[in-house]
Every structure is written in C-alpha cells, then in structure tokens.
C-alpha cells in the first residue's frame, strides 16, 4: 500500500526513540514521576460524600476496585437514570473489581482483538477503581478512562485498561468506570416524556462521583481529563455539554477514533429499533421488558445484529437517542459551544480504522465494484465514481473492498473528526490533532493500522494485552519507542493542556492555517494538512 500525497508532505522527522529515553524527558519537564513507594499496609480513605474505603497496594500504587458510585440499576430501576448510591456503613473493602456489565462473550474471543470483557457479568455493575500514587493531599491531576466496545462490550476492570502505567509515569490518579451496556443501556422506550441514554447517566453519576471525592485519593477534581477510545471517545463528547453549577465537569478531552460520523437515531427511529428488541426478547412493552432475566436480553442481541445490519456499514444494533432530555444535540456539536468549548481537546483516528470490522471479513473481500460504487452514493451522491477512482488511485492494486474500507474509515471516523477540528479551530477553540499509522503484520497485514491498534500504545502496557491476536509481528524496538512516545504525550496532555513533552517531535495545535496533525508510525511525524486530499473530496468546496 502507498501512502497517499498528504502523507509525503512532512515537515518535522524524529527517529524512533526508546521507551527509556521519552520518560526521562518527561521526568525532566513538565509532568514529574512520581517515586513508587514500597508495598505497606493497606490504604483507607474517608470519602468526602460519606463512607470508608480499604484498598490494596501493587507496585508502589494504592489501589481501589468495584467502587459503587451510583445505585444498582436493577429490578424497578432497569432503564431508569442512575441513582444515587445508598452508601454503607463502616469500613468496605475494594480490593476486588466488581462485575463487568452483561454482554455477549464467547471464549477465546475474534480474530482482532481477543477477548473484551469477560466473566462475572452482573446488572449490578456500576463500580469504579482508582489508581493513585498516593491517598494524600497531593492535588495530582486526574485521568477518566471510558472504555469502548461497540456499545455493546467492554470493561473497565479488563487488564488493557489498568490505571497503572499512567498513574506511576504520570503521577497520575486514574479512574476507569463500568456502564451500562447493550439492551440495558442503550434501548428507548420514551416513557411519559422520560429520557433514554442510560448508559450516560451512568457516566454522568461517575463523574459527578469523581468531583466529589477524588481529592481523598490525592486527586484535584479542578484538573480532570476524560478519555475514551471509540463508543468511549463518542461519550466523551456526549459529557462535554454537561455543566453543573455552571461549570464543566472536566477540563480536557482525549477523542480516540471517536465515530462521530454515526447518525445518532432520533426517538422516533429509537422507538423503532426498541419494537424490534421487543419482539426478538417476546415482550410487549418495558414492564414486561423488566421481568426478562438479563441473560435472554443479551441472546437477543445477536439477532439485533441481523435485524439493524446494512451492507457496507459497521454493525451497531443499540445506539445513543436525541431524546432531548439526556442529549439533544450530536455529541460533536457539543465541543463546540457551551460548557464544551472551553475544553481543551486532543483528537485523532487510525489509518485504516475500518480494517478492524472488514478486513478479514471472506464475505466483504468478495465485493463488487458496482456494490462499492451503491454504497459510495450514499456519501459522494452523483460523484461516487470520481470518489471510487481516488481511493483506488491512493491504493495501488486496491481490491473493490479496500476500497470500501477506507470510504468506512473516512465516513465513519476521519473526516468527522477533521470536521471538528476545523470547526474548533475556526473558533480559536485549543485541538491537536493525530494519525497513527503503524500497521500490524497479524494476519499477513490484513488488518493494517487498524481501530483498536492504538489503544496498547497509549496504554504502554503491552504485557497486557498478549492475548490480543491483532499485535503479533510487531518489531519490540518499533513498537516500544511508539508506545513511549504516545504515552509520554498524553501524559504531558492530562497534566497541562498541551501534548509537546522533549524529546517528542513537536507538535503544534490543529489551525486553519498549517492543520498540523502528528503522523505516529515508526518515524513519528508532524504533518501539514495530512487529510487535506481527502477533506477537499469529500467536500469540494473546502480550502
């Protein structure tokens, strides 16, 4: 595969740079290490919202799992917004995660990227853990990571996820947080005008839950960042328009391959979706609904697959509504006015994101030109074919479903997340903007830089995700001096606002003049307009 001519026009080069190498520099500048301190008794930490909590300690880091930050949505309260937490007396102990929310599991996993999420499953599931180098006064900055999944799977106790590299580089505290997923988070009903998005109340709760007692575990609930990758990156601009007392809940925001290109249902085409769930679960209305063992709601998901499903289109058979109570506005929008637009912003998308869903797909490689062509109208109307022969022409020997894919990964993922960025700039609204680039030889290179490959990178954590079929062949120098580079740069982000950390190549703010984007691939560069091919085709009259 050749690069396309945004590629090539690069204006800064950095060789790789070791693992080693890039947490010095961070140690040096901004953001300070914290010293590890050896294994002692186990932390305890009065809440300021009430209640007593005994954690653990790993590796120099005081440690609190299966927190409840808000009631269990069961019985009467399935499909009800989140509840305050009842509290409990004396001292609980958190020193186990709690249940991951139910969804679909199967042993072993896909072919991509293994298991995401695994047993026990529980509706009793709104926890969340805490990593913090230490329970004490410190006002360190904070990290709320929403994982993704698809809307339907996903955990924040899954080991990909630990809080601790970024706690102990960063000197970080890292919260990571369980919602309600699938059927129980993502179904409308519409009842007496009442709202759906019940999976962002829960994120709402959590956060909420965050500002209020994360100073007893050494955190400053004014210096929050909210990251997520995917359906979490997609929530996390969905939280953006919230504004209690008059102020964000947070202060900055990490977009990893956010779909903001998704067409969030009205409650009307909600409604419709909810009538087909009804009949697939043999229920006629919610109350009914309620009775069903979580079990039946999950089985029925897969025959939501078959029923929501459209060629040519990533498969999501629960999505967020424009309810109008819990969001009224696309998520992206709410970056941009309002309490969102004095969020600083750090945005960016893989190459080929859509390779994750398609590229090993035996029935999608056997597309057609013309079945390419049907779906590129739908985005390109009577220029499909112009559309077609540029994508083509930027992939040398492209088979029609190469094609396909990058027109997903456009549709779906980069040009939204370029659009906001415009957006944002154009207002003189703080974003940075990225690429990463670096493809995975799994799978005789198949799957490319697809979604998802970024996340173990970020995380610097590759001992924990060695089940994960998607990183095999990487080359260790390559992918640790990456992995250092990107971990090193979003701590510098969390901490300040600003992703430049020595010795990462720099990287200036995404504007209407150099729309500079950093190109993280084995040789980490900072490029001019590095989608501006592909934004002008998909909207001609652009600068």
Request: charged share 20%; proline share 8%.
């Amino acid at each position: 595969m050749t690069d396309d001519p945004s590629r090539r026009r690069v204006l800064r080069n950095s060789g790789v740079l070791t693992g080693a190498a890039l947490l010095s520099g961070l140690a040096g500048g901004r953001a300070a290490q914290a010293a590890p301190s050896a294994d002692g008794p186990s932390p305890v930490v009065d809440l300021p919202s009430g209640g007593r909590l005994r954690g653990g300690t790993e590796g120099g880091l005081h440690v609190f799992k299966g927190v409840p930050y808000a009631a269990p949505p069961v019985g009467a309260l399935r499909w009800r917004p989140a509840q305050p937490h009842p509290g409990w007396r004396g001292t609980r102990d958190a020193i186990a995660f709690g249940p991951s929310a139910p969804q679909p599991y199967r042993e072993g996993g896909d072919q991509v990227l293994g298991t995401h999420g695994s047993p026990p499953f529980d509706e009793d599931c709104l926890t969340l853990n805490v990593w913090t180098p230490g329970a004490d006064g410190a006002k360190r900055p904070v990290m709320v990571w929403i994982h993704g999944g698809g809307f339907i799977s996903g955990s924040g106790s899954l080991p990909n996820y630990s809080g601790e590299t970024f706690s102990r580089d960063g000197d970080l505290v890292v919260v990571t947080i369980n919602y309600r997923l699938g059927p129980l988070g993502y179904l409308y009903f519409g009842e007496d005008g009442a709202g759906g998005n019940f999976w962002l109340t829960d994120q709402l709760a959590a956060l909420r839950w965050v500002r209020e007692n994360i100073s007893a575990f050494g955190g400053d609930p004014e210096d929050i960042t909210v990251a997520g990758q995917s359906g979490g990156a997609l929530s996390v601009a969905a939280l953006a328009g919230a504004r209690p007392k008059g102020r964000p809940l947070f202060r900055r925001a990490i977009l990893q391959s956010p779909p903001l290109g998704l067409q969030i249902p009205t409650r009307a085409e909600s409604l419709e979706r909810t009538a087909a769930f009804l009949d697939i679960a043999g229920a006629g209305n919610v109350t009914e609904l309620r009775a069903v063992p979580w079990p039946r709601l999950i089985a029925a998901t897969y025959e939501m697959f078959g029923r929501t499903g459209r060629w040519g289109y990533w498969s999501t058979p629960f999505l967020p509504v424009l309810d109008g109570v819990t969001l009224d506005r696309d998520p992206a929008d709410l970056l941009l006015t309002g309490a969102g637009a004095d969020i600083d912003v750090l945005i960016g998308w893989t190459r080929e994101e859509a390779n994750f869903a398609f590229g090993l797909s035996e029935p999608y490689a056997a597309s057609t030109k013309d079945q390419v062509l049907a779906r590129a109208r739908d985005t390109f109307g009577n220029r499909a074919g112009q559309a077609y022969t540029a994508y083509e022409e930027a992939r040398p020997g492209a088979r029609p479903v190469d094609v396909l894919m990058d027109l997903i990964t456009d549709d779906l993922f980069r040009m939204p997340a370029v659009e906001l960025a415009e957006r944002r700039a154009a207002r003189g609204r703080p974003v940075w903007a990225y690429q990463f680039n670096l493809p995975t030889p799994a799978h005789d290179g198949r799957l490319a830089a697809a979604h998802c490959l970024e996340l173990p990178f970020v995380f610097n954590n590759f001992d924990k995700w060695s089940q994960a079929p998607f990183l095999a062949g990487l080359a260790p120098r390559i992918r640790d001096g990456l992995a250092a580079t990107m971990h090193t740069a979003w701590i510098s982000f969390i901490r300040t606002g600003d992703p430049n950390v020595h010795p990462v190549p720099r990287w200036d703010r995404y504007d209407q003049d150099s729309r500079t984007t950093m190109a993280l691939d084995s040789v980490t560069t900072s490029v001019s307009d590095l989608a501006g091919h592909w934004r002008r085709l998909h909207h001609p009259a652009a600068p």
